[in-house]
Structure formats: C-alpha cells, structure tokens
C-alpha cells in the first residue's frame, strides 16, 4: 500500500519542496486553475503544511516563479568569464550564456512552461518579478556590448544599449514560449532555430 503519511510541516526542506511542487502543479494547471490542496498532494504534505510557509496561492506562486527565474540567472552567471564579474564578458561569448538558457529549458520543461507561458498579470506581484529579471539582465548584459568605438554621448549609448538589450531579452523569451510542446516552433529542428537566435543576437549586438 502507499505511504499515505503526511510530512512534517517545519522539516528545513519542506519549503523547498513544496516549491518544487507548485513549480510543477503551476505549470501543469495555470494559476487560476491550480489549487493550495493539489500542489499539497503533490508535495505529500498536509495543506496546513503550506500555510505554515506560505500565506496563500499568491505567495507560492511568486515564490514559484521566482525560484525559476533565479535559476536561469545562475546559469547565465555559470558560463560567465570570471564567474560573472563586471566588464569580463563580450559579444562572443554571449552565445554562452544563450546556449546555457537554452540547454535550462530542455532540462526544466515544467519550469520553463512556468517562465514562459504564465501571464504578467497573473497576480500583483509576478509584473514586478518579471521586471526585477529583465532589469537584472539588462544591467548584465551591457558587458556584451562593444561600446569602444561607439563616440556618441553617454546618454545616448545607454538609451540604445537598453533598446538593444530589452529587444534581444524579449526576443528570447518569445522564442522560447513558442518552442515549448505545442507551439508556433515546436517542429523545427531544434539546432537550426538555435542557429538562427545566434544569429539574431549578433545582428542586435553587432548591427552591419
């Protein structure tokens, strides 16, 4: 017979797996349809277990997404020069880091259903969340951007910087929502639609 027994609420790990429950049971449901008792079942805990962590849905989800979200910036800071120090990387090694997000993907199909798919507005606080993400990864990628031999003033390679960056990240993760089960791009070759978002970010970065 199934172990049927509940585990204890205040284990250290407990709130690390009922994350990892919600991460699933999001991906798989969508937020409005998801409810505290499925991702409950799914972690093997009692639903008094994840109000001990959690305040409620809204809480979980955002934990959810952005125990996601952290775990694509660790990967782009893994494949970093220097472990991702400021001024350390160029254009080239860009591919890296778009290699390393895509690789997350194939890896963590359920977390990136998560990323990709749920709506902004789902709730109040994924909108800042997403924000906090782009803006992180603007601020990061400007050490791709060859700026050395760019004469116009300060204030015009930052705007243009931005725009490039804010255009490559949106670009990224459109491509990637669609490629996922069922998209626009899910029966391309996979090594070609890469090829082609290589080319894309050089052509963002490195305009002829």
């Known amino acids: 017979m199934p172990d049927t027994t509940k585990q204890p609420a205040h284990r250290p790990s407990r709130r690390d797996e ?8 999001f991906a798989e449901k969508g937020y409005a349809e998801a409810a505290i008792s499925d991702i409950a079942e799914a972690a093997n805990v009692a ?12 809480d ?15 990967v782009v800071v893994s494949v970093r020069p220097s472990g991702g120090s400021v001024g350390s990387a160029d254009a080239s090694e860009l591919r890296l880091a778009i290699d390393a997000v895509w690789d997350w993907i194939d890896e ?7 990323v990709h798919v749920q709506l902004p507005g789902a709730t109040r606080q994924l909108g800042t969340i997403r924000q906090e993400f782009l803006e992180l990864h603007e601020r990061r990628a400007y050490d791709y951007l060859n700026t050395d031999e760019d004469n116009r003033p300060a204030a015009a390679r930052t705007a243009a910087g931005t725009l490039q960056m804010r255009t490559l990240i949106d670009s ?37």
């Open 172 to 208: 990224l993760m459109a491509v990637h929502a669609m490629r996922l089960a069922d998209g626009p791009l899910s029966g391309l070759s996979p090594k070609a639609l890469r090829a082609e978002v290589h080319e894309l970010s050089r052509r963002l970065l490195l305009p002829d």
């Open 47 to 58: 639903v008094t277990a994840v109000y001990y962590h959690f305040t409620g849905k809204d």
């Open 18 to 25: 009922i994350v990892q429950s919600a991460i699933r049971v």
């Open 108 to 114: 963590n199909p359920q977390a990136a259903s998560l």
């Open 60 to 74: 979980l989800f955002a934990a959810a997404m952005r125990t996601s979200l952290e775990s694509i910036s660790n």
